[in-house]
């Protein structure tokens, strides 16, 4: 089982402080039925990008299997990896899709826990998704080291594979922050910019706005898987619903990390 590493540092370590911090982060945030099959969503701790990605989670379709791409931060394990392990949070829980995960076998995901042992980027989503939907979901963890645009299409590509095979019903997240450490003025300018390509579901165009901007967002190539899985899902419009920076919670906009809500439909 894929015990929690970051609760107690990324949010609350016990059940009932979790529950009490997720109805904060979605007191004035209104539930829809917009159905979106695909969303960008901060993973940085929640008192910083919690409110945003609740905006990302309210409008979110409920399926029986989440897709969940998140970056490699730590360097270990396999370049794309797929975990199939149980996965635990202070809320219960949150069973894998293991016929998902055993249809990439032979594809570039290979299966492989190490990589997930200890990142953060996708297990801070699971407690998001069992507020919404208690634990009446599985989920597909992919951790992505690789993240170049060549990748990215592929893995989104085999995942849509495996996913039309089996008939499942299932919806595409992407774990991100975008630009970090830069004053406030700047983050929202590069910001902006990578925004634009990600709504217009234009994952050239992301690659290569964010190689000219030097940006330092750290889930790019989820992002793109995300966009690419969607997109072949039949998905044909984003939007984005929310943005904010740490700044805009610390008071402190001279080195801030940028968030955003975006969802796909």
Sequence with gaps: MRQPTVAGQFYPLGEKGLKKELRRIFTNVEESDRNAIGAVVPHAGYVYSGAVAAHSYANLVKADTYVIFGPNHT???????????????????????????????????????????????????????QHRFKNAFKILPICMGLQDEETAVEVGTEVVKAVKELGKNVAFIASSDLTHYRSQEIAQRIDEYLIEAIVDMDVPELYRRRAEMN???????????????????????????????????????SAVVGYAAIIVE
């Excluded at 396999?78 to 249809?103: F, Y």
């Excluded at 190539?221 to 072949?232: C, D, N, R």
Aim: charged share 15%; with cysteine; net charge negative.
């Design 215 to 253: 940006a330092s967002a750290c889930g790019y190539g989820p992002i793109a898987a995300m966009l690419t899985a969607t997109q072949l899902m039949g998905a044909r419009g984003a939007e984005l619903l929310k943005y904010a920076t740490s700044g805009d919670v610390s008071g402190d906009t």
């Design 75 to 129: 360097g270990y394990g396999s370049a794309v990896s797929v975990s199939q392990d149980v996965w635990s949070t202070p809320l219960g829980e949150v069973e894998t899709d293991v016929e998902l995960g055993r249809c990439l076998a032979g594809t570039i995901v290979d299966m492989d826990e190490i990589a997930h042992q200890y990142e953060h980027s996708i297990e801070v989503q699971i407690p998001f998704l």
